[in-house]
């Protein structure tokens, strides 16, 4: 048996995945999570039934979505960075559509599930109306994000461009704006860190408007989410 770590989230929850060789050598994969606090793990939960992963990234975060599907049983269970949000043990269709919100934003989530061949299903997530490469190519239109670390701690800065909203780590922070030497600044702060996202035109139509984080003067390079 050999185990590789798939993620790390930021509640300090670890997935990792367990593979079997049984003597039939068709793989199996079974998913554990663990949580922990320094060396001391808090707890362990394990499924044969997860048949899906996905990332979605909002405003207040990255957001952790984990489906499991019983193709005997019908099962279905969701969960959304680590909590369960949604579980039932039975359901006679195993196919159909499972409707759900995420994050700050109520951004609304659904799971289509739709039989492929035989005992075979395909699994796909729509947010907002759109699919998750749609929804996404549109995120980045619309917000930037920025990660850096402080500390040893991982902060990630994301800005909505419509709105200027400042997102640190989930919570909405307090912002005020001012006119600099190259266009407008948008000022908050992170910790005893004093940051600033400068909004400046590119001078060409297709860019439009390009947007940089500084905290306590040092740029910090743009992540892609």
Sequence with gaps: MSAILLRQSFDNSYVFEIFHRPIFHVQVNTYFRFRWEGTRILSLTMSND??????VALPDGVHDIEFEHGTTSGKRVIRVDGKEIYKVDWMFKLVGKEHFQVGHSKAKCTITIDAVSGFAYEYTLEVNGKSLNKFRENQSKVQKAWVLTIAGNPIRVCLEK???DVW???DKVET???FGEEGTETHFQIGAH???ITAISSGRRRDGILHKLFVDDTEIPECSD
Aim: net charge negative.
């Design 194 to 196: 004093s940051a600033h």
């Design 50 to 55: 997860v048949v899906a992963t996905w990332q």
């Design 176 to 178: 005020f704006g001012e």
């Design 162 to 164: 419509d709105t200027l």
């Design 168 to 170: 640190v780590n989930g």
